[in-house]
């Protein structure tokens, strides 16, 4: 069972290039979540999909897509990365069938845009 | 809309201190209350949790209890380890729409000396 895995861990682009952050669980969770965490501003919210078929906006969507390909993996594109997009992006599971569930979170990957 | 407001840091302390987290939340229904532990260079992983009010959390020596007269969701332990240090994230969740939303506080940084 190896929960939440992302790739890749680490990667550097330059501005314009395209690039696409895989995210799978295994846990056969419903809701699926990608964030970004800067310093000094916590975990911000970028997508979500609280269901299989189902995508919707967080509080940081501008210059990132998303697909929920199955239940199992949901993927986050950057299509013209810029360098306010350097972060560290992590993706994150959660049961989602009752009040009280947790998320899981994966390992991360660390972006820079030179 | 839904907040949580945590203690800014660092927070530094010797081993064996007693820690105490601030955490206070607004929201506009019922909340489910998280803390959330991240170790460097790792994603974030549940420490505990708490479901109603006057329910306490626990794990490793760490407690939090569900405070709804003051919405808050303090952090104590009572002796700390340089093991300890990381970072902590106070959390709440409510269902909206048939979605689980998790809202975080921005982190309190621990740094536990020998």
């Known amino acids: 069972n190896a929960g939440v895995t992302q790739t890749p861990k680490f990667q550097v682009l330059k501005t314009g290039q395209s690039m696409t952050l895989q995210c799978a669980q295994d846990m056969n969770h419903n809701s699926m979540y990608w964030y970004r965490q800067d310093p000094g501003m916590g975990l911000r919210l970028i997508y979500y999909s609280a269901s299989e078929g189902t995508t919707d906006k967080g509080e940081v969507p501008n210059g990132y897509n998303v697909s929920r390909l199955n239940k199992r993996e949901f993927s986050l594109r950057l299509e013209s990365a810029a360098p306010s997009q350097t972060s560290v992006y992590f993706c994150?599971?959660?049961?989602?069938?009752?009040?009280?569930?947790?998320?899981?979170f994966g390992p991360g990957t660390r972006l820079t845009v030179l | 809309g839904d907040s949580v407001t945590q203690m800014e840091g660092p927070v530094t302390l010797s081993e064996e201190a007693f820690l105490t987290i601030n955490c206070t939340y607004t929201a506009t229904g019922y909340p489910s209350l998280f803390w959330y532990v991240q170790y460097p260079g790792e994603g974030l992983q549940l420490l505990l949790k708490?479901?109603?009010?006057?329910d306490k959390g626990s794990n490793k020596g760490f407690e939090a209890t569900y405070r709804k007269e003051t919405t808050s969701f303090h952090l104590e332990k009572g002796s700390v380890q340089v093991s300890d240090s990381a970072v902590y994230f106070c959390?709440?969740?409510?269902?909206?729409?048939?979605?689980?939303?998790?809202?975080f506080g921005r982190g309190t940084s621990l740094i536990v000396h020998p």
């Open positions: 959390a709440l969740s409510l269902a909206s729409g048939g979605s689980y939303i998790p809202t």
């Open positions: 708490a479901t109603k009010a006057d």
């Open positions: 994150a599971s959660l049961v989602g069938l009752q009040w009280g569930d947790e998320q899981f």
